[in-house]
Structure formats: C-alpha cells, structure tokens
C-alpha cells in the first residue's frame, strides 16, 4: 500500500490525492494554449470546486509559486512560445500552486540549463526544509548528491541501497549497479560526493573526462 501522511492514496478521492500530492511529470502535453497564469491556477483546481471563481487565496498562491519559480515574467504569455526549459519551470508553478505536503518531481531539471537546473533543486531544497516531503527521479548522480539528504539507489526495480549519499554513492556499487568503473571523492566546494565513469579498460595514458551520471531516485526530508 501507499501511504501519505498517514492515509492509503487507494482509498482517497481524486481530490483527496490533489491536496495531498502534486506531481511535475518529465513531458507535459498541453491540448490547449492556455496563458502561464491560466496554467498554473490549474494547481488549485482540488482546493476549490469546478464552477467557483478564484479566491484571492487561490490568486495569492499562484503570484507565489510564479515568484519562487522565477516565470512571473511569462504570466501573460501562451505556454506554448515558451522554451523547454520555461515550460518546464512553468509547470513546476502550477506544482507549487497546489500546496500539498508531498511533492512529486520526475526528472525536474531534464530540459533546464547549468544555471536553472541548480535554482530548480535549490528551491527543491528550501521546499524540503520548509516542512514539504520532495521526492525526485534524477540522473544526475552528483547533483542528486548535492541537494538531497537521502538517495535510493535503484536497479531493476530494486533498491540497492538506501541512506545518505556518501553512504550510497561508492565505487564498487556503482560499478556493479552501472556496468562502469567510477572514482567517486569529495567535491572540495560542496563537500559532496563527485562520480567521475571510467573506461573499463582505460589504455595508458588516456586522459580521463567527467561524463553524465546515471540514473538514482533521491529524497529530500
């Protein structure tokens, strides 16, 4: 069973998993060209019923969650002449817009730059210690790393490990979870741990580059 602050989600109504959970999905698909606002008002749809205008509780939530997302800028726009990346924060707005205790990210900064990647999980990060549960799929080892205080190492559907990055993160078990021999060590900055893949058979004097990480589900408490 699924359980979220106590209550099995199968025994929930719709509208009792929408105030309980939001979720920012890898690919969203809008049929309709709504306007950024219009979109992330669709967040506190179960906080209200379907023919109610908009609360000025409900116009508060909205104006936050595009602040702490940085789209305020879009709210008169059509979601669709947005980026990738625009859109993708865009609907992490309409997440926040919700307000639920648990929030659910797949991928969240899969189609985001350097620079907003690291703004999205920081924000992440501030919803966490603001009381939230943020669970996240990332692939981003490192970045995992970095801003999560629980990683789920997962493989097959199984959970090889469970605990504190540098706990979870060793080379012996990415290389057997990955297929890959990796040197993990400590980001001299951050202080978190850094996976660097190598070639399995590295020729001499090859040079060794950082490559993308693999694939971990991490939990922000």
């Not at 990796?182 to 020729?203: D, E, H, K, R």
């Amino acid at each position: 069973s699924v359980r979220v602050d106590g209550r099995d989600i199968a025994a929930c109504s719709a509208r009792d998993v929408g105030q309980l959970v939001a979720t920012v999905p890898q690919e969203t698909t809008i049929a309709f060209e709504f306007d950024v606002r219009e979109f992330v008002m669709m967040g506190r749809t179960p906080h209200r019923s379907r023919f109610r205008t908009a609360t000025t509780a409900d116009q508060e939530a909205v104006d936050s969650a595009l602040e702490r997302t940085e789209t305020a800028q879009f709210a008169d726009r059509s979601v669709e002449e947005l980026s990738g990346g625009q859109r993708q924060r865009v609907v992490i707005a309409r997440a926040l817009a919700q307000d639920t205790p648990a929030l659910l990210l797949d991928e969240p900064t899969a189609s985001l730059d350097i620079n907003h990647q690291v703004r999205t999980l920081s924000l992440a990060r501030e919803l966490a210690e603001e009381g939230k549960t943020v669970v996240a799929a990332i692939h981003d080892l490192e970045l995992a790393a970095r801003f999560c205080d629980r990683m789920a190492l997962l493989s097959d559907g199984d959970v090889l490990a469970d605990g504190p990055p540098d706990s979870v993160l060793t080379a012996e078990r990415l290389e057997s979870t990955f297929g890959v021999r990796t040197a993990v060590a400590t980001n001299p900055v951050t202080g978190t741990p850094t996976v660097t893949p190598l070639s399995n058979n590295p020729p001499e004097d090859t040079q060794v580059h950082v490559l993308g990480g693999g694939e971990s589900a991490a939990r922000l408490l």
